[in-house]
Every structure is written in C-alpha cells, then in structure tokens.
C-alpha cells in the first residue's frame, strides 16, 4: 500500500551544493533520494519545502515523499541515521494525507541568519555565521528589519537576473537581535524570493554600522530597485528554521 | 635580527591529521609553516606546544617560531589570516626570550571535552562534540573525575601500545558539569599521556550511566591495567583548551 510520508530534516550544508539535485554536484535531495531508497527498499523522489543553495543550513527542513516500503513510519528516522552520513538528519517522520507536497502544502518559513562579530575570526564558526570585525546596532536592525513586515513588492532584495516571478510576498514577522558576540536575525513569511533573506540581511547590516537610516532602508523597500540594496550575505549564516503547515 | 616569537592558535580540527607533520597527510604544522613562510619572508619551523591527533580541536595551543623577517610582532595575527585557511587562526602574537620553546617551556595545560546527548545526533555538532542518546549523570562523572586529581601513575588510561615513557602525571584540577544537552568535561594538569584525556572520559562516561561506581573508577586507577579502563572517546569531542607558561 502506497504511503506518503513527511520528514523534518536538519542539515548542515556545508559540504553540499544546496538542497535541489544538479547534474555533477553532491546535493542535499541526491543523498536523500539514494540513501533512502535503501530502507524503503525502492527508488525514492524527495520533495523539499524550500530549496536552499549550497553551503546554507536547515534546522527544519520538510520533505514529502511516497513509498510502498514495510517500513514503520514511527521507525524511519532511526533506519535514516544508519543510511545517511551525519551531516543530514531525519528529526521526525510521520505519515500524511495521500497528495501531501511539502512544497505546495507549506503555509510559511522562518529563516534565520546569524553574525559573528570579533577582532579574530572564529574557525569553528566559519561555515555557521557571518564574521564581521566590528559589532553592528542590533537594535537599529531589529527597527529596520520590521519595517519589512507585511505585503511588499521586494524587488528590491531578489536575487539580480532571477526568473520573472512575482515579486510581491507577505513577511509576517522580522526581527533581530544580539547575544554576546552573535547577531541574529529572524524572518518569518508565508514565501521568500530566492536570496531575499540574503539581500536583505546584506542591506540590514548597512543600517547596524549607519551607513544607511532606518528611512534609507524603508526607501529602498520602496523603490523596488536591487542596486539600491546593499550586498547579499554570505550563505554560511542562513538557516531554514523551520517550515508551517 | 632574529626575533623569537610565541602565536597562540586555535584551530578547528576536522579537516586536518592532527597537528604533527606527517608524510601524505595534511596537518596543523604543515599548514602553518607553509603558509606563515608567506609572512616571514623566509621558511619557518614551528614547535606546538602540544600534539593534537586527527580531529582533535584547540582553542588555545601556542607554538613558537624564529624569524628573520621584518614583519612586527603586532602585524603577524592579522597578516597570518591573508595566509592560512579559515580553520586555522592566530589569535595573539608575541615575542618571546631568545631560545624559548612553546613545547618545553609549558608549564601546564586545559583540555576539554564535550559530549552531546539527545535523542537525535545534531548535524551541527557532529564534528565537535561525541554523541549519546542518553545524558549521563554529570553529578557522578564530576565525583569520579576529582578522584584524578593529583600525581598519579596514568597507566590504566594511557594508550595501548604507545612508547614507553614514565606514566606519572599530575593533574590540577578536573571536573564535569552539564548544560542542557551539552556535558563538559575539563582537565587541567601538568602533562598528560597519548590519548590519557580520551582515555579518562571513555571510563567516566561508564560511571555516568552508572556501570561503574566512583570506587571502581577509583580502583581502575590504581590497577594501572588499562584493559580495566573504558573505551578510547573520540576525537572529536577534545579541545586543547589553554597552554600555561
């Protein structure tokens, strides 16, 4: 009897070019949809909540998937350990409606983006964080960072050549804040734009060393122009927290 | 002029074969003495002040150089980040009394070790910590671990097979204590044998799930007899936390 499964998946994607399947790269869906196959005894196709790029990491990351496999669903996640390397993780599994598509199904995300801040870099934080040498104003970010909460067009934070989609998304919370020498942002939205969080995070940190005003900023929004916006973030600091359904 | 100069360096000790050079393997000292040459104007040699194996991390190992090069002693940190990977960052720079070796001249070091329980292994600490399902008790492991401090015949944890050398170690201080999912272990002393951290958390781990009592451990101890210690824990879970001078 055909099943379809949902998986909560945590992954730190260091050494993988991001989460969808290309030819000639080692991807976070490849590994699963090779590994996998072994304990449910067929081939398996993994469908992902959001697709992230390489060297980007997801605590929560959602997978749909269908199977005719004897497996007990409650004994997935233990037989995944066995098969996948430790850098991917099944943190739960359970049995969905036939026709669920982690994808389709997703209501919103939250992202997170974390910075490190310190004279020396960190070498155990070089794949987790970005590092900047000074400390930016959490507190002015975090009053920039909601002023992205809403229904915005957000041309202005996605990623330059992308495909014609519409631009338009609803962020129903942003925030940032600081602890000791970390810096983290948080978003939360029922859809991104491919490396909006990135954009935005590169044009936050702008606002947190003054070069740009929280008014700057909320300009910029407006102007749905990308080369107003400042850098985007380097993907090591971007983790896909989790997926709502 | 030749200057004599003490670095302090941390490293994150995944990708690398420990710390001593070797043939065909790349390691900590091979990195830095191929890439600090790059800064010194000329070959350099480095002597660590203690030898980490493959895997194992540090935060604090110092290691002493001579130099004819022109760089000042307060330029060599940062100049060194333009030269070494992201795993591996000199922290401080400082110049040190002609014929000072950061190996002989050390008066004691801290190593810590960490273990991860939880259900699942988190991807994130995989490489940095040593995974169990349970947590065992930190309450028992810290009575047990105190039970080392002093000078002690090391024996019974030193590794099997290695080169005979005294076994007698003194050690300063040592403890265990927990935070949340995260077990710490800390041990401060003098000197220690090949593998005697790795080897002492593999048989405390035995009294923290309450296979052995703090009197076995105490007893295994004095046996000397290393087939009576527990398991060698794994490397990756160990920091070279501080060398002392």
């Not at 590994?31 to 992902?48: D, M, N, S, Y």
């Not at 909460?149 to 990623?159: I, K, L, Q």
Request: glycine content about 8%; hydrophobic content about 45%.
């Amino acid at each position: 009897m055909e099943r379809t499964l949902k998986l909560t998946i945590a992954y730190d994607g260091t050494e993988f070019h991001g989460f969808q399947r290309q030819a000639n790269a080692v991807t976070i869906q490849q590994v699963l949809e090779e590994r996998l196959a072994k304990i449910f005894g067929h081939p398996v196709k993994v469908t992902g909540a959001g697709r992230t790029d390489a060297g980007v990491h997801a605590y929560g990351q959602v997978v749909s998937l269908k199977t005719t496999g004897s497996i007990p669903t409650d004994r997935v996640a233990v037989a995944a350990r066995s098969v996948l390397p430790d850098a991917i993780v099944v943190t739960a599994a359970e049995e969905a409606p036939a026709g669920f598509n982690a994808r389709y199904a997703a209501k919103s995300k939250i992202y997170l983006y974390r910075l490190h801040s310190g004279d020396a870099p960190d070498p155990f934080l070089r794949n987790y964080a970005w590092h900047m040498a000074e400390t930016p104003d959490a507190a002015a970010m975090d009053a920039a960072a909601r002023l992205v909460v809403g229904r915005h067009d957000f041309s202005a934070f996605r990623a330059a050549g992308g495909a014609p989609v519409n631009p338009v998304r609803t962020i129903l919370d942003a925030s940032c804040r600081r602890d000791g020498r970390l810096t983290e942002f948080s978003f939360w939205g029922t859809g991104f734009l491919y490396h909006m969080v990135r954009n935005l995070v590169g044009t936050l940190v702008d606002v947190g060393f003054g070069r740009l005003s929280a008014d700057d900023f909320a300009a910029i929004l407006a102007s749905r122009d990308r080369k107003k916006a400042g850098i985007t973030a380097p993907p090591q600091g971007l983790y896909l927290k989790e997926v709502l359904y």
